[in-house]
Nanobody
Framework: QVQLVESGGGLVQPGSSLTLSCTAS???????MEWFRQAPGKQRALVAR??????????DSVKGRFTITRDDSRRDESTVILQMNNLRPEDTALYFC?????????WGQGTQVTVSS
């Protein structure tokens, strides 16, 4: 069973930055890794994606403010980082890491990001 362990959420003021990290308990260099978020009363939505060959895509709402990177240097784990800059109150949500392999998909437990003055 693959585990995705997230960290880095918190309470920040508008305009601040946060870095979210997610480590998968298996080498995942063949697969895309993604960050989703879910705000209260809303559906879970894709925020950012990084493919196996490091191509990145972002939702329109975070484009230009968020970056996504990955580290596959270890054979037994992979890490994906979401760097969030110039945070806005509308970025407040529970953020989830997501990994889909050939046969299964996995979700992290979620890390809360709250942007408030």
């Amino acid at each position: 069973q693959v585990q995705l362990v997230e960290s880095g959420g918190g309470l920040v003021q508008p305009g601040s930055s946060l870095t979210l990290s997610c480590t998968a308990s298996m080498g995942s260099s063949l697969f895309a890794m993604e960050w989703f978020r879910q705000a209260p009363g809303k559906q879970r939505a894709l925020v950012a994606r990084i493919s196996a060959n490091y191509e990145t895509t972002f939702s329109d709402s975070v484009k230009g403010r968020f970056t996504i990177t990955r580290d596959d240097s270890r054979r037994d784990e992979s890490t994906v980082i979401l760097q969030m800059n110039n945070l806005r109150p509308e970025d407040t949500a529970l953020y989830f890491c997501h990994l889909k392999t050939f046969a299964h998909e996995y979700w992290g437990q979620g890390t809360q990001v709250t942007v408030s003055s």
